[in-house]
């Protein structure tokens, strides 16, 4: 693809040549700064099992902007709201170009192992984490197992 | 096995190594110290020998040495800690050396040379071998590059090019403050603006007309420019589609539009036809929404909500996460049960727009042809007036809501 920079060429041929554990992510036939994301759901977390589909987009600013990351997957988690945004600071105010796309994936994925309901973004589900959360704990495994659980 | 004798030397005899060390070295030595006194662990950090001149070390490490019981005997394990400037293959090979070293001198103190022996390392490799963390690309022997008090390197334009775009980020935060703020009365406190380290965060003090000189680095390693489509993107790529369509069919994946659409308002008819269209009240914003409640032409209409059992006002563009504004209050109508022919106006959907459409040009779209977001035209047309007042269809029982959002 013309005027893609050469760090983006270099960020996808890592991402499939020594993928990170857990994490597939793969350029769109079309679009190379579109990139197709799977994640699983970290062992002893409520999302266990699950196989999390996202989107990552990197702007044209990119690597000085952050890129655009968006889970399609239904998720029950205080940190991710209906639309599939996500509440990270990274993602935000706190990027820095020595991030990456696998850094920004590996820290959606510590995201699930560590919710924190106290900087919500589904006020509803940070609630009832907060006050109920052996019964939010069972609502994310139970949305894990129907939406994200493909094989059953 | 020692006897408590050959333990005492032992320790005596490391004790008096790090004695010597310290009046070699002049500096101190950051020892740790078993409670009977006995030397556990050492951590000094390493710069090339550049004759002291300070600004002509690149590179650094941290040596951490950990001594067993019985040492010198026993050989020390070795450690290289915080490298900065340094690629993985030099801390292997160095390492390689060191364990080496303390294996050739087992029985004799070996600190000394290790240290000797890195500094040696240090002083031939004294330029960035890692890459630079801004366009991940090695720094080639002609390129331009800088680092900061804390030792991350980056080629002087890749810093630059940081530090411009964190200007202007700036300046963006502080026009959109001015245009929230017109008055000037700011009572929320500045955000300090500092140029941060994109490693470490540390601030960095940046002459930044200098590193704007730079060149940009050179391109130093050759590679396809187009990744390669092999067998193995392919069958990721087919994987990852027929897993998408199996939650899809599952109800897994979050239906964007829907969800955007979810929060509709259903006006009811007044004296509001195509032609006097102007007195029919735009919802375009939340705050629009707000008011609208208080006016008695608009009504809500109920409608249970399938998946959420609380109103939020969705924004389109999901990249805008950072506004977790309270949603206003509000009954639910689901997208799916508002047919065309319905009047409906998106609470959210013309945030985005700079120009909003005009009204009379939106009809005429409206009327040439079929309306397929709902949003698209505010307009009622005329055959359709008498739908919005009749109430809602039933919601559609099948969609089974999943825990936690049931209505409530």
């Known amino acids: 693809m013309a005027g893609l920079p050469r760090r983006i060429i270099k960020e996808t041929q890592r991402l499939m040549a020594e993928p990170v554990p857990g994490i597939s992510a793969v350029p769109d036939e079309q679009n190379a700064r579109y990139f197709h994301v799977v994640v699983a759901g970290p062992e002893g977390s409520p999302f266990e099992g699950g196989v999390f589909k996202l989107e990552l987009f990197l702007p044209e600013e990119y690597p000085m902007s952050a890129p655009k990351v968006r889970f399609m997957t239904k998720i029950y988690h205080p940190n991710i709201d209906k639309l599939g945004r996500i509440c990270l600071d990274i993602l935000k105010d706190k990027w820095s170009p020595a991030l990456q796309i696998r850094t920004v994936l590996l820290s959606i994925q510590a995201l699930l192992s560590a919710p924190n309901p106290d900087d919500p973004l589904a ?17 994310a495994r139970e ?3 129907t939406y994200a659980m493909g094989n059953i | 096995m020692y006897n408590a004798n050959a333990h005492n030397e032992s320790d ?9 060390l310290r009046a070699i070295l002049f500096s101190e030595l950051d020892v740790t110290y078993s409670p009977s006194g006995r030397p556990l662990e050492l951590k000094h950090t390493l710069y090339p020998s550049t004759a002291d001149d300070a600004n002509q070390h690149y590179v650094c490490l941290t040596l951490v040495m950990n001594f067993p019981v019985g040492y010198p005997d026993q050989p020390p394990t070795v450690n290289l800690k915080n490298p900065r400037g340094l690629g993985d293959d030099f801390l292997a090979n160095a390492l390689k050396l060191c364990n080496e070293k303390c294996q050739d001198f087992s029985g004799s103190p070996v600190i000394y040379e290790i240290i000797e022996l890195l ?9 960035p071998t890692g890459h630079c963390t801004i366009c991940l690309f090695d720094f080639h022997p002609d390129d331009v590059f800088t680092y900061t008090p804390c030792y991350h390197h980056f080629h002087s334009h890749c810093l630059s090019r940081f530090c411009e775009s964190m200007q202007t980020q700036w300046k963006e935060e502080d026009d959109q403050e001015a245009a929230n703020n017109p008055r000037g009365a700011n009572w929320k406190e500045k955000k300090v603006k500092q140029f941060t380290c994109p490693v470490c965060r540390e601030v960095i003090h940046v002459e930044l007309a200098s590193l704007k000189l730079a060149p940009p680095p050179h391109e130093v390693e050759i590679f396809q420019e187009e990744f390669c489509k092999d067998a193995k993107f392919t069958a990721w790529r087919k994987e990852m589609d027929e897993e998408y369509d199996r939650q899809k069919t599952r109800g897994g994946i979050i239906d964007k539009e829907m969800e955007d659409n979810r929060f509709l308002v259903v006006t009811e008819n007044t004296s509001a036809t195509s032609s006097s269209s102007a007195e029919v009240p735009s919802i375009k914003t939340e705050e629009d929404f707000q008011q609208s409640q208080s006016q008695p032409e608009i009504k809500v209409a109920p409608v249970q909500a399938s998946v959420i059992s609380k109103p939020v006002a969705s924004k389109s563009d999901w990249s805008r996460a950072q506004h977790h504004r309270r949603a206003p209050r509000g009954k639910w109508i689901r997208s799916s049960e508002i047919h065309s022919k319905e009047r409906v106006v998106s609470a959210h959907n013309s945030v985005h727009q700079s120009n909003p459409p005009n009204r009379q040009s939106s009809t005429e779209k409206h009327n040439s042809q079929p309306r397929h977001r709902a949003e698209e035209s505010n307009v009622q047309p005329a055959e359709a007036r008498s739908v919005s007042a009749a109430p809602p269809p039933p919601p559609a029982a099948q969609i089974r809501p999943p825990p936690g959002f049931a209505p409530r």
Do not use: G, H, M
């Not at chain 1, 006020?123 to 609502?139: H, P, T």
């Not at chain 2, 005596?12 to 010597?20: D, F, G, K, Y």
């Not at chain 2, 500094?119 to 330029?127: F, P, Q």
């Open chain 2, 12 to 20: 005596q005899s490391v004790l008096e190594e790090i004695e010597a």
């Open chain 2, 119 to 127: 500094r040696e390392c240090l002083t031939n490799s004294n330029r």
């Open chain 1, 143 to 145: 949305w894990t197992r």
């Open chain 1, 123 to 139: 006020n509803d589900v940070a609630e009832l984490w907060k006050v109920n959360e052996v019964e939010a704990i069972r609502n």
